[in-house]
């Protein structure tokens, strides 16, 4: 594993599968502020490489991928490092959603707070089958806030209120009949899944695949009519690359 920094861990595979592992943030990878830039800056430095066709998002141990913010730090807090705070693990999440390729979340154990909501700004979402999710805020005073808007996209107004104003821990089943993670590995399976769903992205076109989450991000954000006519110029631009020539030939060749 290559350290980019302190709480990155870069192994790389030679289809273009990169696996970024969260380092040095305790046995629940629990996000203070150093570790919060630290995989901000690793994710911002592996989002300039091109020939990433998947990334998978993963924690040190199998007790989390990230277990959520850091209450000690939290605590210490006033409006205006609360701010500032917050603004960062934003950034975060940020990162993931931004980032050109497709992003899979990794999640064994407890996913909380922060760690749901950056795994709500990952494309996919692959859980352990004892994994346990929260949005346990409001039971420590403060609300759920930045990438919990994603939420009720993925899970609906109802759910997602559920979640985040009851503070109920759900467990891997619920998760996926919710909605709110797209696989539940049987026990030892995780990498099994995540494999199973990297495979499935690396079938497809990278440059297509770029463009398409590029294009999930602005539909999330735009009206109906604006989104259908921004995918005129996204296709049409898809034509510059021998991607679409390339791949609809194989198609046909194989229909032969």
């Known amino acids: 594993m290559h350290m980019l920094n302190p709480y990155c861990g870069v192994d790389r595979d030679p289809r273009g599968v990169v696996r970024l592992t969260i380092c040095n943030a305790g046995s629940l990878n629990i996000l203070g502020s150093a570790a919060i830039n630290g995989v901000r800056a690793g994710l911002e430095v592996l989002a300039t490489e091109r020939a990433i066709r998947a990334l998978v998002i993963a924690g040190q141990s199998e007790k989390s991928m990230i277990g959520g913010a850091d209450i000690k730090e939290m605590a210490k807090l006033d409006q205006a490092s609360a701010e500032k705070f917050i603004t960062g693990l934003r950034d975060l999440c940020e990162a993931a959603r931004a980032f050109p ?55 609906g107004w109802g759910r997602a209120r559920w979640l985040i104003m009851t503070a109920a821990t759900i467990d891997a089943p619920t998760a996926l009949s919710w909605g709110l993670v797209d696989a539940v590995a049987p026990e030892g399976g995780l990498d099994a899944a995540v494999e199973s ?36 110029g996204v296709f049409g631009q898809s034509f510059l690359t021998d991607e679409p020539r390339r791949l609809m030939q194989g198609f046909l060749d194989r229909k032969r």
């Open 101 to 155: 390729a497709p992003v899979i979340a990794r999640i064994p154990g407890w996913c909380l707070g922060g760690g749901l909501e950056f795994a709500a700004a990952c494309d996919f979402r692959i859980a352990a089958h004892d994994a346990k999710f929260a949005m346990p805020e409001v039971k420590v005073g403060i609300p759920s806030v930045i990438h919990a808007a994603l939420l009720p996209r993925l899970i």
């Open 197 to 232: 769903t990297v495979a499935a992205l690396l079938e497809c076109g990278p440059e297509a695949l770029r463009a398409q989450k590029a294009l999930l991000k602005q539909w999330e954000e735009l009206p109906l009519k604006e989104s259908v006519n921004l995918s005129i």
